[in-house]
Structure formats: C-alpha cells, structure tokens
C-alpha cells in the first residue's frame, strides 16, 4: 500500500480514533488508520452485529454502546453514517466530545451537514466536513478494505490556508495514507457531486428500468447483454437506503444536472444521422482518455 511509512519514532497524528459507523467507509477508514499508524487507538459505535464484525476484522479494537461512550478521551473522531443519520448524531457528538477533538464525518453532501454543525460546534471540539471520493456499490464492513480511499480525491470543506491546525494535521494523515485531499466550500461541493456522481446513479437506475421494461417473455433484449451493459449497471446494485437521503440533501444540483443530460440526450437523438456526432464521440474519447489518466 502507498502512502507515507509510519515509523516507530513518530508518534501517531491521532491517538485514539472514535469510528461512529463501521460500515464500508468507517469500516475502511478505521483499516487505513490501523494500517498505517498502528499506534492509534480506534473504538467504534454502531449496531450490536455490525460491530462483532467490525471487532473479527481488526477495524477496532474496542467496541462502545453510545456515542458519549465512543467519543470519551478521542481526539478524532470520524462519523460514517449515511446524511440523515449524521445530521442526527451531531448535536451529541458536539455534546459529548473532547474541548481538543477533531470530529469529521464523510457524508456524501456537504451543505445541510455542515450548517448543522455550525450551530453545534461554535466551541471546544473542532468540525471538519469531508467526503472521500470513493466506494463501492456493496455496502457494509465485510466489503471495507484499507485501499479503499487510496489515490482517490477526498474533498475537505474549507480552506487549508484558514482551517484549524487540528484540520491541517487531519489533511496530512490522509496523504500520509496516500489519499488526495481536496479543499472547497460546501455549495461547490454539492454541485460537483451532483454531477460525477448523483447523475450516474439515477443513469444507471433509468437504464435498468428501460431493460427491464422492454425485455419480454424470451427473455430478450436482456439475454444478449454482454460487459458494457453490465458497465453502465453497475451502480443500479446501489441500495436505496444509502441514497434515499443523498438525494433530498442534493435536489437542486441533482434536477439541474438531469436537465443538462437531457439536453445532452436530445442532441444525441436529433443528430443521429449527423456529422455532428461524431464530434460528440471525439469529446467524449477526450474525456474518457482525461479520466484513465487519473487512474
């Protein structure tokens, strides 16, 4: 794994680490932490099953039955909890966390999470909106793993010239793990995602829907489907439970983002005959090459 080494003589940027959700992306942050700075303590909150699971794969080390309990003596304190829930825990988080504490969470919209936490963080523990930019379409911590985050941006809201020294070291240990850090604001966030990555969803979703709806009784079109179609259906195995609130944080984006595909979609469809198609292939290969160099 890349990354900056951790040595024995350094100590740790964190010493005892709270993971509130240890599902795929707590489950896979508290792995990266564990592996490459083994001297920081992580105890996790989450259901009774999730956290037997958590505790068998060496995501944490101890297991807590309340948030107080989880975040008592942590100076960070990470929250993976899809939006809803999130917003949710803040008040107690904000409550029950150290004056020294830095708390960041990693939901996928930025604008509701952090003026929530603006009203509840005024003083003592520092807040930290974040969102890596990396996942899977299966959730869950028997799915985490520490190279998740790896190579992939991780976008932190705010400015690192202004941010608090307890966010600068934050945005350190996620190079140190060989994660892309990101700064902006909460507004452009939301609109970006909502472009790269809400829009895809809800595509994936509408093209289920048409194969499912024109396939018939002979099983056509659906059984001569071969890999681009499972491509471009890959992120239909999304479950609704982790988008449902995703979305409702996000509608303004995400509508605006539809209307510009559809315009997209309309162009395609009146110039299928068109020179001008072959321009929007030669676009769309330029980006296709831009996004494998990221790779």
């Known amino acids: 794994m890349t990354g900056k080494p951790y040595t024995m003589a350094s100590a740790p940027p964190f010493r005892r680490a ?15 932490l564990r592996h490459h700075f083994p001297d920081t303590f992580l105890v996790g909150f989450d259901r009774p099953e999730v956290l037997d699971r958590a505790l ?10 309340s948030i107080e309990n989880t975040v008592r003596e942590a100076d960070l304190v990470y929250v993976a909890l899809p939006v809803g829930e999130t917003i949710e ?31 509840h963080f005024a003083k003592g523990a520092c807040f930290l909106g974040g969102h890596p930019m990396a996942g899977k379409e299966q959730s869950g911590i028997d799915h985490a793993e520490a190279k998740l985050f790896r190579g992939a941006p991780y976008v932190l809201i705010g400015s690192q010239e202004n941010s608090d020294e307890r966010c600068k070291k934050f945005s350190g240990l996620l190079r140190d793990m060989g994660v892309k850090p990101v700064w902006c604001d909460a507004d452009t966030h939301d609109w970006a995602v909502g472009i790269v ?12 829907r048409v194969v499912q709806d024109e396939t018939d009784e002979t099983g056509l079109p659906l059984s001569l489907a071969g890999q681009g179609l499972q491509d471009m259906l890959r992120l239909s195995g999304s479950s609704y439970a982790v988008w449902r609130d995703i979305l409702l944080t996000n509608i303004d984006n995400v509508s605006r983002a539809l209307d510009r595909l559809t315009q997209a979609i309309d162009f395609l469809r009146t110039h299928l005959s068109s020179k001008e198609l072959e321009q929007e292939f030669e676009s ?9 160099g990221q790779d």
């Not at 709270?18 to 990266?32: E, H, V, Y």
């Not at 068998?56 to 039955?65: D, S, T």
């Not at 990555?197 to 289920?208: K, R, T």
């Not at 769309?284 to 494998?292: C, I, P, T, V």
């Open 18 to 32: 709270a993971i509130i959700g240890t599902g795929l992306i707590g489950g896979s942050f508290a792995l990266a």
């Open 56 to 65: 068998a794969r060496g995501a944490i080390q101890e297991a807590a039955a």
């Open 89 to 119: 825990s803040l008040p107690a988080i904000a409550n029950s966390a150290e004056a020294y504490a830095l708390v960041t969470d990693a939901a996928s919209t930025k604008r509701t999470v952090c003026k929530v936490a603006q009203a």
């Open 197 to 208: 990555s809400h829009v895809p969803q809800l595509l994936s979703l509408a093209l289920a």
């Open 284 to 292: 769309a290969n330029e980006l296709h090459k831009l996004l494998r």
